[in-house]
């Protein structure tokens, strides 16, 4: 009897919902909302002030009753594996920390916390405040042993558990700069480091097996891990540090300095930027086994010196922090001391120089030197010049994930699962993606030759000429073979569903084709993806939340240098405004460009959003070319407010950020890896059709059962739907 009651209940709560949407047919009433986030399907009618028997007919009856059993029981079973993952979750951390492993229980702290429900009384309990107050000890003991993995592992993770104390990403970042130095300069000799982090995490993992699982036989686990030599790691951490500096020069630093100075969002003096370059070169310097790259380090007493030097350089700034020949002095200086003490090359000085300076500021203010002009125009404009596929490291070697359209790796019969085995002729075992990717673009019209293992162990060389390839910036809900997107996620209802990945010149452009498909389609509502977006062009952005609203401010910036502020960016109605009603998906990695859209939907009523709290990077940068454009300074300029006057930027010590939604649905990391594996699978590239088409469909299901969100969208516009007449 309760069962049918409950029943009752959240049927009739789903067609007031639908009565209501006839006045508004692009939001959901909170109350709805809220009940579905609640997990509440039986309250109380008279609350609501329902009249069942009048509302739908009978067939919108049958159809919310099978969408509210199919989202039921998608969200029981994610409430269900959330709750069995945090009790696993305190089990393995509890364990470790008995076995003295308090680094790696910080590791599994922080899982806890992501998945608690109420994370303040979580981080409040007894044997959590005592773990942390362990854990911070460790740290500051591996910080003087000069084992910056493990406090840097702690760091973050005070800092997942901590998000309001700033003083834990100082320290990460910290250890982070000294991870960072090792790796580009001396990556044989972090290897040894690396080694025994990896023996160190195996020993943890063997120990905590014996204590959940004491029938597995730990030989056979250590059996099938991938041993790798120190050799071996050092061969994968390898950079060409000398490649990726050239062209830096002191002249670039001082000219950036300066506009850094005169242009920053609010105003500050010399010592900001001096002061962090000082402390960057400070920390460098006195960073252990870097005497091998710069031999001018190996002399304590040279070292000394200079170090001497750098703290009466910081000195001098506490007088002239304010003048602006300070920087010509004190960079003049530095750079002369180095000639006579240590000799290290001028990029070398220059770049941890600027990287400190730069970061004082705050995380997005930055150099991109000449070696990164490429890769940034790419992730701006959309395109780069190379032979077109997406790669992955894989056990070692450099896979094809899929190919990319109209690409020169697509017309010569390279495919996803094929391996790289060489680049030019030179094996590509064991390198990172980076570095393949940084071999196989170039200029356009020069050719590069892959060597590839087939699926079916053929092996070939193809050589391929450099074209420019555009990365589109719009996806579907799955691939279709031999090119282009679905782009209809519920063929019966007719929703839509549009993944914008970031924000680059063509994604207006792109969108638009994307919805005139749909259109054809006769889509009836629409889901805007932009969860893990990180954002791209102001004007992309604008362009897309325009799209979509026909009146209203989109966003404003605001700088406190300046005494009047640029006026709003407002929305425009024209006849190809998309009115369909519509959710937009976000997570925590959705940032800045991606707020901006969300953000004004949201405030305007234009949409449901659905997710968790965004990233927030409500920063505005802007670029100052410096020495005739062959780097450039990447600088914050001022902060993006949204219609309702909140800035979504996270300043240091922040409680509120980001956009929130107006349903949030958490996923946990692990049903996080499961969608990303699904949704992989079906944006791979194929010739043709797969034979068993079921196979296709299956994993349609499985990335609607491991994505909650994305279920949840579907739920809410079938609900909006079903108040809508069919046109």
Known sequence: MRNRISFFVAISLCLFFVSNLRANPTTMPSSVLQAIQEGNWSVIPQKLKLQYASMVSEPDQTRVTEWINDYRTREEKFRSDRLRSFENAVRDTRILRDGGYIDLAMDGLADCYTLAIDKMTFVREPWVVSLKKAALEVAKESESEGDWLKARRIYSNLSTLEPTESRWTKAMEDTVRRIRILTRYVPESFAGTLQKEIEYRKAARKYLIAATQPSVVPTTQQAEEKVETEEQL???????????????????????????????????????????????????????????????????????????????????????????????????????????????????????????AFASLDPFSSMIWPFDMEEFRTSTQGEFSGVGIQIQEVDGYIKVISPLEDSPALKAGIR???????????????????????????????????????????????????????????????HLPGGGWDYMLDPEEKIGYVRLTNFTRESSRELNNAIDILKDQGARALILDLRSNPGGLLTAATEVADKFLTQGDIVSTRSMRDLINSPAIRARETPDDVKLPM????????????????????????????????????????????????????????????????CIHREENAAQWGVDPDLKVEITPEQMRKVIDARTELDILRDKAPDDLRAEEKTAKDLLDADLQLSAALFVLRLQLAGVPTT
């Open 234 to 356: 050092a061969a994968s951490l390898k950079s060409d540090w000398q490649q990726e500096l050239a062209g830096i020069r002191m002249e670039m630093l001082k000219e950036a300095l300066e506009d850094a100075r005169t242009h920053y969002y609010k105003d500050y003096d010399y010592s900001v930027t001096l002061g962090g370059g000082l402390r960057a070169l400070k920390t460098f310097v006195t960073t252990p086994r870097l005497e091998k790259a710069f031999p001018g380090l190996a002399d304590p007493v040279k070292r000394n010196a200079f170090v001497a030097s750098l703290d009466r350089a910081l000195e001098d700034l506490k007088n002239r922090s304010d003048d602006q020949k300070i920087v010509e002095t004190i960079l003049t200086r530095i750079a002369a001391e180095n000639v006579v003490l240590l000799q290290i090359p001028e990029p070398v000085l220059v770049n941890e120089f600027a990287d400190g």
């Open 416 to 478: 996803a699962g094929d391996i790289i085995t060489a680049i030019n002729g030179k094996s590509a075992k064991g390198i990172t993606t980076l570095q393949a990717k940084r071999q196989i673009v170039g200029e356009t019209g020069t050719f590069v030759t892959l060597t590839i293992k087939s699926l079916d162990d053929t092996v070939k060389d193809y050589t391929l000429q450099r074209s420019i390839i555009r990365v589109a910036s719009i996806k579907g809900w799955k």
């Open 583 to 646: 959710v937009v998906l976000v997570n925590q990695y959705s940032a800045s460009a991606s707020e901006i859209v969300s953000g004004a939907l949201r405030d305007l009523k234009r949409a449901t959003i659905i997710g968790e709290r965004t990233f927030g990077k409500g920063s505005v940068q802007m670029l100052f070319p410096l020495d005739r454009q062959q780097a450039l300074l990447k600088l914050t300029t001022s902060h993006y407010y949204l219609p309702g006057g909140t």
